[in-house]
């Protein structure tokens, strides 16, 4: 008997028993599903933390006066640019990046890029307008005229801070989608030009923000954006910090910019040649990268559970293809009477036991992407096809069928046809 109709008679006994294979698909398919709906749901999360954590693009990067640590799990990841081969006088560590500093980096730094300089002043604010209020968990942000950029940020309506607004530090504030909603809830385009207020502190609107969804995780959207400078006078505390922000014009020269930024920024602050830098580096790239190894832990802790339970869907063809074969007895006997040799009966079991465990796979996978991409649905990324998943899933439920239906297989080929034939 050749191969194709041993293939042929397999998919007529799996015909033949729809209910029987339908359960077994159905079970095997729960274990897909979960599998690939996970592990598709972690690689949602990948990418939009990706997005939200680069926003200032690959060719972007930070100057903090302390390191970046991400924790997952426990475990802390530092940013590159840090280096401590040299001593540093513990009180020089962590040192504040004073505004004097940063807006000094700023005048000083020659290099094809573009450079700002920010400040956050704090969450937990609530932005008033008449007799409206937003929830107190609004972040305030003091930029400069190339914040927006930097941040990926674009206008839906108004304009940018100018030379004047930053000069004078008057109230003047761009505001965020979210509390633009909030405040100006049927006319948003009244936002524009009205007086609100942040706290105790008046605020005349220049601008709205359009809707950041890339980088929504982290609520973007729900913001005030003013001046650096009118932070500094309204908003200022001891030991402030300031951030700058540099964006590359050319990718290829983002090294050279960070030395030629470490350099400059060691001349500001003064630093004697034996003194490790007391600031980092935060490439914007790198955060997202640091992030993807820490979620790695979660990614094998996901994969383990779903192969779990794809372990225990193997369990269960097993025993259903063992009922098979004590059902089909007499059909195995009358076919042995037949002529068929027993390579060609353990072949028709395990065809059998591949088609249902391939079925169930198909079905598991299409139904874990659906379920991982409710992720995506809920922090408004685009939609998942975790093509690597769904090739794993169907290879590992072949996999599963082949080891599944062996023994089976073997026990059947194994009975003697005048056994078989008396089986009632």
Do not use: H
């Not at 190339?146 to 008057?170: H, K």
């Amino acid at each position: 008997m050749q191969l194709r109709d041993t293939f042929s008679l397999a998919l007529r006994s799996i015909s033949a028993n729809r209910l029987r294979t339908g359960l077994t698909v159905s079970i095997i398919a729960f274990g897909i599903m979960a599998l690939v709906g996970i592990l598709t749901a972690i690689d949602t999360m990948k990418s939009k933390i990706y997005d939200s954590f680069a926003s200032m693009g690959a060719n972007g990067f930070s100057i903090r006066n302390r390191e970046l640590n991400i924790r997952i799990g426990g475990q802390g990841n530092a940013t590159r640019g840090s280096n401590r081969k040299k001593r540093v006088r513990t009180s020089n560590r962590n040192a504040v990046i004073t505004f004097d500093e940063a807006m000094a980096f700023k005048k000083r730094y020659d290099f094809p890029a573009t450079v700002g300089v920010q400040f956050r002043a704090g969450g937990g604010m609530t932005v008033y307008r008449e007799n409206r209020k937003t929830n107190p968990t609004v972040q305030v942000v003091g930029g400069d005229e190339n914040y927006l950029q930097l941040s990926n940020y674009e206008l839906s309506m108004g304009r940018n801070f100018n030379q004047v607004d930053i000069e004078s530090a008057r109230n003047v504030a761009i505001l965020g989608n979210d509390v633009v909603k909030k405040i100006f809830p049927d006319r948003p385009e009244d936002a524009l030009g009205a007086n609100v207020r942040v706290g105790n502190v008046r605020y005349r609107v220049i601008g709205v923000l359009k809707t950041k969804g890339a980088s929504n995780l982290f609520s973007a959207d729900n913001v005030v954006v003013t001046t650096v400078t009118n932070t500094r006078r309204v908003f200022n505390r001891p030991n402030a910090t300031y951030q700058v922000n540099v964006n590359v014009d050319d990718i290829s020269l983002i090294d050279a910019a960070i030395g030629e930024a470490t350099g400059t920024f060691r001349i500001i602050r003064k630093m004697t040649t034996d003194e490790e830098n007391n600031f980092y580096m935060s490439r914007s790239d790198s955060v997202a990268e640091m992030l993807f190894n820490s979620l790695g832990t979660i990614t094998a802790a996901a994969a383990l559970i779903g192969l779990i339970t794809l372990f225990g869907s193997a369990i269960g063809l097993m025993n259903i293809m063992l009922v098979s074969v004590a059902e089909r007895t007499r059909e195995i006997g009358v076919n042995k009477a037949l002529g068929a040799t027993a390579p060609t009966i353990r072949q028709q079991f395990v065809f059998e036991a591949i088609i249902i465990s391939v079925l169930g796979g198909i079905l598991g996978t299409f139904l874990g992407m659906m379920v991982g991409n409710l992720m995506s649905l809920l922090l408004g990324s685009s939609f998942v096809i975790p093509w690597v998943w769904i090739t794993v899933g169907i290879l590992s439920c072949a996999f599963v069928g082949l080891v599944s239906g062996i023994y089976p297989a073997v026990k059947a080929s194994k009975l003697d046809p005048i056994v078989a034939l008396r089986y009632e």
